[in-house]
């Protein structure tokens, strides 16, 4: 038994240096070739490498996808920011637009009225609750404003000043229908004659005028000019109120009835010129 085991261990033994031997005669062979020994570790680490490898790049992929994710969204802000920088721009570019053609249309006005003192004034406030009913503006009684004094924009009037404070001033407007005390004289000049009338009410359906009381029967044409006769007490005559649009009878059917297209926009009053005829009469 004994001998068994001797005989089992030289037979290992006489195993284990052939396969030394084998292995050692490979590795020497020619010196073009690579050893076994570094050609199965190359293939071990070849197979490890492409085992590693195509996890690692989808971590790095995803890495560098959120990476510029976040600088998109970051351009996207800086982006944003400009074009809201731009819309401001051009808010203000439209605003001073629309400031220097009214100040231009408030300069024409005040050249064509010189027989009368003029007084630039801007709207401060108006209520939305009485849109069409009055304005305040910036000047007052320390401006040798009074009650009265008629009161233009553009190239309209639009009423007169009802109240008068040291630096503010109340402008009832030709739309405020609940004021009878506001319904101004005006004429139509013809060739035949001068068509009487007064301004006594607005159609807000239409945003026009309304002239009743007309005391003539001659045929009024759309077009024509209508101004203020010069007949209501501080108001001269003159003044631009704006053109007829249409011509019908008033409800009695007794006598004409005139729609008038208002020369001021009564909807962005933004600067006014009041008119002291006072002015003209100490002339």
Same mark, same amino acid.
């Given at each position: 038994?004994?001998?068994?085991?001797?005989?089992?261990?030289? =037979?290992?033994?006489?195993?284990?240096?052939?396969?030394?031997?084998?292995?050692?005669?490979?590795?020497l062979r020619s010196g073009d070739s690579t050893p076994f020994l570094q050609q199965a570790s190359n293939d071990i680490t070849a197979v490890l490498g492409r085992a590693f490898s195509g996890p690692a790049n989808v971590v790095t992929n995803a890495f560098e996808s959120v990476n510029n994710l976040q600088n998109t969204y970051e351009e996207n802000q800086r982006l944003k920011v400009e074009i809201d920088k731009l819309y401001e721009r051009q808010a203000e570019i439209n605003v001073l637009r629309d400031e220097n053609f009214r100040l231009g249309e408030e300069l024409e006005l005040q050249n064509s009225l010189t027989d009368f003192q003029t007084i630039s004034g801007t709207v401060i406030s108006r209520n939305p609750d009485n849109w069409v009913d009055q304005i305040v503006v910036d000047r007052g009684s320390q401006d040798g404003v009074a009650?009265?004094?008629?009161?233009?924009?553009?190239?309209?009037?639009?009423?007169?000043?009802?109240?008068?404070?040291? %630096?503010?001033?109340?402008?009832?407007?030709?739309?405020?229908?609940?004021?009878?005390?506001?319904?101004?004289?005006?004429?139509?000049?013809?060739?035949?004659? =001068?068509?009487?009338?007064? =301004?006594?009410g607005y159609d807000s359906?239409?945003?026009?005028?309304?002239?009743?009381?007309? %005391?003539?029967?001659?045929?009024?044409?759309?077009?024509?000019?209508?101004?203020?006769?010069?007949?209501?007490?501080?108001?001269?005559?003159?003044?631009?109120?704006?053109?007829?649009?249409?011509?019908?009878?008033d409800s009695h059917g007794l006598a004409q009835q005139v729609y008038v297209s208002p020369a001021a926009d009564f909807d962005n009053l933004r600067y006014v010129t009041i008119i002291n005829r006072l002015a003209e009469s100490g002339e």
């Open positions: 038994m004994n001998q068994f085991f001797t005989n089992k261990k030289m =037979i290992i033994l006489l195993i284990s240096v052939i396969m030394f031997v084998s292995l050692l005669s490979l590795s009650v009265g004094m008629p009161v233009m924009s553009g190239n309209g009037l639009i009423g007169r000043i009802s109240e008068v404070n040291p %630096t503010s001033s109340k402008i009832v407007l030709l739309t405020n229908i609940e004021q009878t005390a506001n319904q101004v004289s005006s004429e139509i000049v013809l060739d035949e004659e =001068i068509i009487y009338g007064l =301004i006594s359906s239409n945003d026009r005028l309304v002239m009743s009381q007309i %005391t003539s029967t001659l045929e009024i044409s759309e077009g024509e000019l209508i101004t203020t006769s010069g007949l209501g007490g501080m108001i001269p005559r003159g003044l631009v109120i704006g053109e007829v649009e249409e011509v019908s009878m």
